[in-house]
Each structure stands twice: as C-alpha cells, then as structure tokens.
C-alpha cells in the first residue's frame, strides 16, 4: 500500500527522476509554458513555485539554492531579475495546469504548465503602432 508516500517515480532511479525534474523547470522559467505529460507536470509544481520563492528572497543563499535546481547562471538570473518580481504580492500558486488531451502515441493524459502571471508584451505592440 502506498500510504502517505508521496512523490512519483515514473519507471527510472533516483538520480535520472531527479535530473529529469530539473531539466523540465529549467525549460519552464526558459519558456514560461512548456507541454507535458500531467504527471510530470504536477511533480515540477512544486520545484517552480520553490525557485520563484528563492527569487522573491534574493539573497546570495538563495540564488545558490535556485541554481542547485536549475544549473544555469542565466536562467538563475532571469528568475531573480524577471519573473521573481512580477509575483511580489503573491503568497504562492505561481503556477497553473492546463489539460491538453491526450497524447497520440500512447494516450497518456497530457496538461501545459505555465507561470500565473505573464509577462507584459503590450508595451512593445504600442511601440510598434506608435512607429508607423
């Protein structure tokens, strides 16, 4: 029985889960919304909503720990510089999942993961109208 054991293993060891969780919230702060399967994108929840937090901190401990996870310097610096401050007034739930159907091959149940609050691109279409 699997009582209060929490956590999925998705059919691989410890340290290949690990990296492979890594490696998917690191795509995540790159991209803002990535495609998943549903499973996948439950267990990265709480590894993003931890990094954004480490940015709303922003001591040198914390971009350490943040870089722990994500194991690029300018991904570490995009979280503490750009997406930690649009989340400033927010007590967690820094990201969403959406179901998306299923996937062809195998049907396994698949969802978008993507930040809550998106980044402001309306300043830039204004620009552009302004030029012509």
Known sequence: MRHKVSGRKFG???????LMLKNLVASLVKHGRINTTQARAKEIRSLAERVITY???GAVHHRRLAFKVLKNRDLVKKVF????????TTEGGY????KNGYR????APMAIIEF????????????K???D
């Open 12 to 18: 691989r060891e410890k340290g290949h889960r690990n």
């Open 95 to 98: 990201t969403r999942v959406l």
């Open 116 to 127: 809550t609050q998106r980044e402001e691109k309306v300043e830039e279409k204004k620009a």
């Open 104 to 107: 062809r091959g195998d049907c």
């Open 81 to 88: 510089d750009e997406i930690a401050p649009r989340f400033e």
């Open 55 to 57: 940015g709303k901190k």
């Open 129 to 131: 109208k302004k030029k």
